[in-house]
C-alpha cells in the first residue's frame, strides 16, 4: 500500500498581485519571465521538502510538494463563478484575481501585532481602506441584504466563517454561495455550518499552504496600524523570519528557506527594473526592526 502523502501546497500570483494590487503594467515576456521564476523557486522547495518522513493525529505520512501558477487559479475560479452565478451581487475578499467579475471589493486581512508575534492575527483592512466596520455599512448600502462571496480560497475557514456570521449578519447581509479554488475540509465544514452554499475547486488535506508572494518579498504577515506606527506602505514580518511557525518549514531547512527567499526577490527586482522599468524596496521599518515595508514604483 503506497504510504499517505499530505500536501505543502506553493501558489503563484505575482503577475495578477503587480498587475492589479499596484498597478503596474507587465509586458507579455515580462510577465513570462516572473511566472518562470515562480517555477523555478517552487522546484527549488520541492527539492528541499518533498518526500520528507512525517506523522501527525492520523500516523505517518510523506510530504508532496504542489505548485498551481496563477493562471490555472484564475480559470477555476472564473469557471466556478460563471457556471453557478446567481442574481445576488458577488464581493470579492480578494483583490488580486477575477477582478472583473466582482461587483464590490471587502478589503480584509489577517493582521499580527509585531511586539507579540505568538498571539492571534486578527481580522482588519488591508492598507489604505477603510475599517471593516465601514466597509460592510457601504456594502448593505449599496448592494442590499443578499451577497455571495469569491475568494482564492481559505485554509481553516475561520476569516470566511466569521465574517458571515458576525460583521455580515449584524448588518442584515446573508451569504448565499461562497466560491474558491481551494480549501481544507475543516474550511468546508465551517462555512458550511453558517448556511451558506460552498462551491470549491480543490480540496486538501495539507501541511500549509504558501502564495508565493509571501515567499519572495512581496507581502507577508500584515501588521496593526497605531497612531504611534502608522504605515505609509505595504508593512509586513517575513514569513522567512517565522518559517517554522508561519509556514511549517522544518528547523534544520530554515536557514535554506530564507537563503531562497532573498535570492529569488533579488531576481524578481532585477527582472522588473529592467523589462518593466519598476524599482522593488523592500526595507527595514523605522518603526520596529521586525517589520519590512515594500516599495513598488518607477
Known sequence: ???RKKTYLLTGGLVPLLENRYKVLLTGPVRAQIRGLEEEYAGEIRTLLEGRSDRDSSGDFLWNVSFVNDCQIDTELRTRVVGARSQRPLVSFDDVYCQDLADAHYSITRLADPSDLGGESVPGPRLGFNSLERQVIELKRKLGSEIDIMDIGTFGGGTISEEITGRLKANGITVG?????FASQEGIDKIHATGSRLRCSRIYDWIDWLEMRDCLGFDGRKVVHTPSTK????AFVRYCDKASDWASIPPQVEDRFKQLYDQYFQKMQQVLAEGANVKVRLDRSP????????????
Open 287 to 298: 518603526n520596529n526592526p521586525l517589520v519590512y515595508e515594500l516599495g513598488v514604483g518607477k
Open 231 to 234: 504605515y505609509i506602505k505595504n
Open 177 to 181: 454561495n461562497v466560491f474558491l479554488v
Open 1 to 3: 500500500m503506497d504510504q
